[in-house]
């Protein structure tokens, strides 16, 4: 890590948030609903959960519970109500909250609301959802829909989320009512507080631009606390692209560190409006790569982004940490291993290359380091709709040995990615990749 990265440790130390214990939750048996609220005091806003101050520690994913917990994280998100019940058991055994998602139509899908009845469809299942879980005791809060506002100005989507939270607040006089938008852009900000009054809080996903979300709800006149109810790497709709436009995927270790400076920016900067946050993705999901989002790897390690998040919440770095990548670049195998990272990987069908990666570990940990070649996505969707992963190209790797690798490119022309994947032996990793164009 810098020396950038150092005094930021340090802020989080000397702030209390990250010390262990600070904002524990016992689990504890507990029946019927715990009663959370929003209060504004003369120091801003607070979440108490039972009567007690509650700063919300979270992730966005149902699974790896046992891990959240070692973490120093206490609570989970959803994007719906499905198969909830599970989740909300499993939250509760190991004393974890739920900020429950209430799934609602997107226009981008074909939902139209202009029309009675889909909106009425979508109000009936959220009202089947609160009745149903709202004893719960795992239950933190209502999330009613997420990303849904598209560009914001469509005041009858503002209408239906408010007519659904006023609705809750009949139904449930336990939870808080939440809505979650996509950033701050086109002025959507203003028009959910014109248009939501019911609304109690404001879910906000940020990425690249998360250091910025403060500025801009206050811009806009929130009068609400906020969650930022995702945030994690750049986003790919935020990077530089190659010149046949694939995006330039960070590695591991540098989305370790945004995850650790938005966070910093948009939650500890922010104690008297921001109520916590929520990591994206506790797992992992294929969203124009396999390794852009997750915490995780697919094959189950580790990524920076756990550590940071660990060192962040209790104030101790997990036990044993993650490899960092510090380099890694690729040429045409004329030399015995690659001399200096080119500026765009483009090279004839066929063409054999070197390519080098530079890792170490924290723990002095020896390391193994694996490869793949993969055809570039052609199932790139937006807003976290499900893709299809690329498979690896069989016989793409040639030879491996130690931090060197030889490759085959194909003969047949299109765009690919060099993937690698460093392990330590004790489920952590670090993983980087390269967009090459054969043609």
């Not at 939750?25 to 609220?37: I, Q």
């Not at 504004?40 to 101050?53: H, V």
């Not at 994007?79 to 939250?91: C, K, Q, R």
């Not at 979650?180 to 507080?193: H, L, Q």
Request: a negative charge.
């Amino acid at each position: 890590m810098n020396q950038l990265t150092l005094k930021r440790m340090a802020f989080l130390v000397a702030f209390g948030l990250g010390a262990a214990g600070v904002f524990a939750e016992e689990p504890a048996a507990h029946t019927g609903p715990r009663h959370v609220s929003v209060e504004k005091t003369a120091d801003g806003f607070r979440l108490r959960r039972d009567g007690k101050p509650y700063v919300i520690r979270g992730v966005g994913g149902r699974g790896r519970l046992d891990e959240l917990v070692a973490a120093g994280g206490n609570s989970v998100r959803t994007w719906n109500a499905n198969h909830l019940e599970g989740t909300l058991d499993e939250a509760e055994k190991r004393g974890l909250s739920v900020t429950v998602g209430l799934w609602l139509g997107h226009e981008r899908h074909g939902f139209d609301y202009s029309d009675p009845k889909q909106v009425a469809a979508d109000k009936e299942r959220a009202r089947e959802a609160v009745m149903r879980f709202k004893d719960h005791p795992a239950v933190l809060m209502w999330g009613i829909g997420n990303e849904m506002e598209a560009n914001g100005q469509n005041p009858k989507v503002w209408a239906a989320i408010n007519d659904i939270a006023r609705m809750i607040k009949e139904l449930d006089p336990n939870h808080p009512t939440m809505t979650v938008i996509a950033g701050t852009g086109d002025g959507k900000v203003g028009e959910f507080v014109k248009h939501c009054p019911d609304i109690d809080v404001l879910g906000v996903n940020g990425y690249g631009d998360l250091a910025y979300i403060p500025r801009e709800l206050k811009a806009q006149g929130l009068d609400r606390p906020y969650v930022v109810t995702e945030f994690g790497p750049t986003g790919w709709w935020q990077v530089e692209k190659t010149s046949w436009g694939a995006e330039r995927e960070p590695t591991s270790t540098e989305k370790a560190e945004t995850y650790l400076a938005g966070y910093q920016t948009a939650v500890l900067d922010q104690p008297d409006r921001c109520l916590g946050a929520y990591a994206f993705l506790w797992g992992n999901k294929q969203e124009h790569t396999h390794t852009w989002f997750g915490m995780f790897l697919p094959t189950g390690e580790r990524t920076a982004a756990v550590d940071v998040m660990t060192k962040v919440w209790t104030g101790d770095w997990p036990k044993n940490r993650c490899p960092a990548i510090t380099d890694l670049r690729v040429q045409q195998a004329t030399h015995d291993r690659p001399s200096a990272p080119l500026p765009e990987a483009i090279y004839p069908p066929g063409t054999p290359l070197i390519a080098k990666v530079e890792a170490k570990d924290p723990d002095d940990d020896p390391l193994t380091i694996t490869w793949d070649l993969r055809p570039e996505s052609t199932d790139k969707r937006s807003g976290g709709d499900p893709e299809q992963a690329p498979a690896p190209l069989p016989d793409a790797i040639v030879k491996a040995r130690r931090n060197v690798v030889r490759v085959n490119l194909p003969e047949q022309a299109g765009a690919y990615r060099l993937f690698v994947y460093v392990t330590d032996g004790h489920n952590n990793a670090a993983t980087a990749n390269i967009p090459i164009l054969v043609k």
